[in-house]
């Protein structure tokens, strides 16, 4: 199993992207998926993670409001929007899928992971 993560980039501070991810084969439309950070230097943080029915959300506190997960099942594909970057956002997005929802931050409770997007906001 594979997860495509992509729609990483070099953007201005203030700007936005949009992350994508999703599986290179097999619908996963039952699990429940998150996404992570990793800046150089620093641990696998926790972003955002959605249920498999895109009803419920969980976001790091910090991300809360310029940051917007969502899912699309019927096209197998779940996003991150990202607005008002910062420098600091600056870092490798992880999706990741999961069986059972709950620790959403603890990344051990993801099965599968994809391998990254970049992302670079300059100042």
């Known amino acids: 199993v594979q997860l495509q993560a992509s729609g990483g980039g070099l953007v201005q501070a203030g700007g936005s992207l949009r992350l994508s991810c999703a599986p290179s084969?097999?619908?996963?439309?039952?699990?429940?998926m998150g996404w992570f950070r990793q800046a150089p230097g620093k641990e696998r943080e926790f972003v955002a993670a959605?249920?498999?029915?895109?009803?419920?959300?969980d976001y790091a506190d910090s991300e809360k409001a310029r940051f917007t997960i969502s899912r699309d099942n019927p096209k197998n594909t779940q996003y991150l929007q990202m607005n008002s970057l910062k420098p600091e956002d600056t870092a490798v997005y992880y999706c990741a899928y999961k069986e059972r929802w709950g620790r959403n931050y603890d990344p051990s409770t993801y099965l599968y992971w994809g391998q990254g997007t970049l992302v670079t906001v300059s100042s």
């Open positions: 084969g097999g619908i996963f439309k039952d699990y429940h």
């Open positions: 959605i249920s498999w029915s895109g009803k419920t959300t």
